[in-house]
């Protein structure tokens, strides 16, 4: 059978230089391919397709099914795609991804065949097989679909040894593209995004935790091939683990960086932690073996705040975790929310403190969103609180429910922020030496932005302009997406 897999495109949404290989569709067509199934892999989203194009290419290549990954917040682009797609063609349509979360209604929203919940490897398989040798699909684990108009939600299983699962390769995506790009006239290698584990044991109300309560370690000795197939065959050797908390297991942090070290393996790697998942002698580790910086979840400055969100973390900690990183010389980055439900501006204050004297690098910040399927969506609906049903408004710096704190307060505070953040990067970055300049004019993007501000600004020391400051701080706010990565780049600029 053949197969495509797809990310729906982004449209207008951005015009950013750097982006992150799918390992969505990268797993599952790895997969598919072990089974014997030709797949192609249409990242639309990454490599900035339009809805047209990527249609045009599904009906050229005529496959038997096409899967789309979804987010919530990309919501309206799969669902223009699927539109258009049905228009000239009919197979059947399925879609996976945390997008799912909204619920079996998604069938109809969408119009499509198939829902997948949950890890897709095994499940897309079956559901191909049962296409095929057109069986029912009872068995097919995970399985949203309709029988006689009636919807039925097969239960969904979690993948115990993720050691079988192979890792992505992404064969039919054009790598160049994901790992290189200019930058400064320089080439900036972009990071290589791998993920060793799945689900999380925390219970954070504003998380969809995806892939469930109950983790699953791939062991050290699985990453490592993983590792080494980049650095050997593909000539990269920057690395960003996106598990959501990679220091789970001390012991396991500490056989992959002792076996990164034992297999001389140079590479630079960044990973997420969270504050009582780590410990000195495991940052120091991390260090020796290349990790440049760690992503810190902290969320909110006040206590009874951190409660309610049910994050399982002490201020006290977080103030401990960054100091001792800092005095590591590792980088941090941490993120916080603003206008979580019942927060008051005191609390909202307590935050603001926290972040102007924690050793931070970096932040990243967000308004509270009850994203469908976490459990401050069900809080919230219990009393009855609105929230809108434009999941495109989820995506940035936006007001989704009727909150306790005004929009335009949280948006003010957001942007005050990154303008804060703005003015520490630029100095930082001009403490360093000055960059040749490339910018091509009428080039829109953020880092031909930063590019223009840096390059065009007299060398005077590290003084940085309000003007610079509100420019730069006005591009990180709008770029919040894929904010992110951007801020791996910069920490790259700036950690070497
Ligand atoms: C890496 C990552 C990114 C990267 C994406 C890189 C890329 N090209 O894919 C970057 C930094 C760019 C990013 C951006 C965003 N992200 Co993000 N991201 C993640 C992260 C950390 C890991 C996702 C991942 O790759 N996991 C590994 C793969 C193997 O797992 P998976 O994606 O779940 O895929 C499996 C199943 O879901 C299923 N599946 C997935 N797709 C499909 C398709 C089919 C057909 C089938 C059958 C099955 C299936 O099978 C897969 C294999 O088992 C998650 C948090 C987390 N720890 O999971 C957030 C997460 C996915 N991101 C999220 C969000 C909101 C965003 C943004 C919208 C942020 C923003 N505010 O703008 C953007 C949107 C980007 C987009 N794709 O459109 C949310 C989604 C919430 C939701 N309910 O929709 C998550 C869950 C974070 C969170 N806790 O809130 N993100
Ligand atoms: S926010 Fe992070 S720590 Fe909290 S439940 Fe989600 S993945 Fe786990």
């Known amino acids: 059978m053949k197969v495509i897999l797809a990310t729906p495109p982004q449209e207008n949404d951005h015009t950013n230089d750097a982006i992150q290989l799918p390992l969505n569709i990268g797993y599952l067509s790895e997969y598919l391919k072990q089974k014997g199934v030709q797949v192609i892999t249409l990242d639309a989203y990454g490599l900035k397709m339009s809805n047209n194009e990527l249609v045009s290419k599904i009906i050229k290549e005529n496959p038997d099914l096409v899967g789309f990954s979804g987010v919530i917040p990309r919501f309206q682009y799969l669902k223009s795609t699927v539109d258009n797609l049905r228009k000239k063609w009919s197979k059947p349509i399925v879609v996976g991804g945390p997008i799912v979360m909204i619920g079996p209604s998604l069938l109809d929203k969408l119009n499509v065949d198939y829902l997948i919940r949950g890890e897709g490897e095994y499940s897309l398989y079956d559901l191909l097989l049962s296409i095929k040798e057109n069986k029912g699909f009872e068995k097919v684990k995970g399985l949203i679909y309709k029988k006689n108009g009636q919807i039925v939600e097969n239960l969904c299983e979690r993948i115990n040894d993720l050691n079988i699962i192979p890792f992505p390769k992404y064969e039919c995506l054009p790598l160049e593209q994901y790992t290189k790009f200019k930058l400064f006239n320089k080439t900036i290698v972009n990071p290589v995004t791998i993920i060793t584990s799945r689900g999380c044991p925390a ?27 980049w650095v050997k065959e593909k000539d990269c050797n920057e690395f960003n683990i996106c598990d959501s908390t990679f220091t789970l297991n001390k012991q396991r942090v500490m056989e992959f960086c002792d076996l990164i070290a034992d297999k001389k393996v140079d590479i630079k790697w960044t990973c997420q932690s969270r504050v009582n998942t780590i410990d000195k002698q495991m940052v120091k580790k991390m260090k020796e073996t290349g990790c440049k910086l760690i992503y810190y979840g902290v969320e909110s400055g006040s206590q009874r705040v951190l409660d309610y969100l049910k994050k399982g973390i002490t201020i006290e900690k977080v103030k401990d975790v960054f100091e001792m990183t800092r005095k590591q010389g590792m980088g941090t980055l941490g993120s916080f929310i603003v206008g979580t439900p019942t927060e008051t501006k005191k609390e909202l204050k307590e935050t603001l403190s926290l972040v102007k004297t924690l050793p931070i690098d970096f932040y990243l910040f967000s308004i509270f969103k009850p994203y469908p399927g976490t459990e ?26 009727d909150g306790s704190l005004p929009e335009e307060y949280l948006k003010n505070i957001v942007k005050e922020l990154y303008y804060i953040q703005a003015k520490k990067v630029l100095q930082k970055l001009k403490t360093m030496p000055k960059f040749s300049s490339t910018t091509n004019a009428g080039r829109v993007s953020w880092f031909g932005a930063l590019e223009t501000y840096i390059n065009t600004v007299p060398d005077a020391g590290i003084t940085v302009t309000e003007k610079e400051i509100c420019e730069f701080g006005g591009n990180i706010y709008r770029w919040n997406n894929t904010y992110f990565i951007y801020l791996e780049i910069l920490s790259k600029l700036i950690f070497g």
């Open 376 to 401: 401050a969506f069900e809080i919230l609906k219990s009393k009855n609180v609105k929230i809108t049903e434009d999941y495109t408004l989820f995506g940035g710096h936006n007001m989704v429910f």
């Open 203 to 229: 219970h954070c109300i504003f998380c969809c935790r995806y892939h469930g309560n109950l983790v699953r370690l791939r062991t050290a000795e699985h990453i490592i091939p993983e590792i080494e197939y």
